[in-house]
């Protein structure tokens, strides 16, 4: 029994100095063959496909490649018996982000109901898409929503950000604007609006491209607008 332990060990041991070597092989030959393109890789794993290596790059980006790193997939392995994009669900669970790390004093809540499902949303003051959202999101009830202002489509978006943020009742000032097309005050001189800097970065760190974008309680992000009852599907899902 001990051998059988002692052979299994070695096995194990030389599989994992395998993949190492691999991966390291891997690793120099992309970093030769295209040293702008990607520049900094996380990992490389195998695919589900035989002969065929994942490639994680920038954080959350992937390409494929052989052993040798001779040709590169940029594409999407789809299992075609369980008709799932396997390559979608690998970008979204590496996507995820931990909610409760957020800096959430940089953002504002908008509480409905009894507030018992949580859903954050980065939203710019002047995306169309964000505004069809917003009215979908007024008939969901029993949620709190976190709102970080996220301007990132001119300076325009920056200076409405810095009027809500500077508002009395930032969640009534942004329902006013997004919702009733009426404007808040202008900010108050001294206002401290470094808020608006922070969420820029972070949504940029985070990979957030487009607004808006929502966050559930389990990490899944969605780009773009949804309608009621994807809202209201998701956030279940996000409490299972």
């Known amino acids: 029994m001990q051998l059988l332990k ?14 190492s070597a691999q991966e390291a092989a891997i690793r120099k030959n992309l970093a030769e063959r295209f040293p702008q393109q990607l520049m900094q890789i996380n990992e ?5 496909i035989a002969g065929l290596y994942e490639v994680r790059y920038n954080d959350s980006e992937i390409v494929y490649t052989d052993a040798d790193a001779n040709y590169l997939v940029n594409g999407h392995i789809i299992d075609a018996k369980q008709r799932r994009d396997l390559t979608d669900e690998r970008i ?24 018992s499902r949580k859903l954050v949303v980065f939203e710019d003051p002047n995306c169309g898409y964000c505004k069809r959202f917003e009215a ?8 709190t929503i976190h709102m970080f202002l996220y301007p990132i489509l001119g300076k325009d ?15 009534k000032a942004w329902q006013d604007w997004m919702l009733r097309d009426t404007p808040a005050s202008t900010a108050a001189a001294g206002c401290d609006t470094s808020a608006l800097t922070r969420n820029v970065e972070l949504g940029r ?36």
Do not use: H, M
Not at 11 to 18: D, K, N, Q
Not at 92 to 115: H, M, N, Q, W
Not at 136 to 143: A, C, H
């Open 6 to 19: 002692t052979a299994l060990a070695l096995a194990a041991l030389t599989l994992t100095l395998s993949a």
């Open 136 to 143: 979908d999101l007024q008939k969901v009830n029993n949620v």
């Open 92 to 115: 979204e669970k590496l996507s995820a982000v931990d909610t409760k790390s957020l800096p959430y004093k940089d953002a504002f809540t908008i509480v409905r109901g009894d507030g």
């Open 157 to 171: 978006s920056v200076d409405k950000s810095k009027n809500i943020w500077c508002a009395k009742d930032k969640g």
């Open 44 to 48: 490389v794993t195998k695919s589900p």
């Open 205 to 240: 760190k985070s990979k957030i491209t487009g607004t808006p974008t929502l966050f559930f309680e389990n990490g899944s992000r969605v780009p773009g607008a949804i309608n009621t009852a994807q809202i209201e599907k998701l956030l279940t899902e996000a409490k299972q």
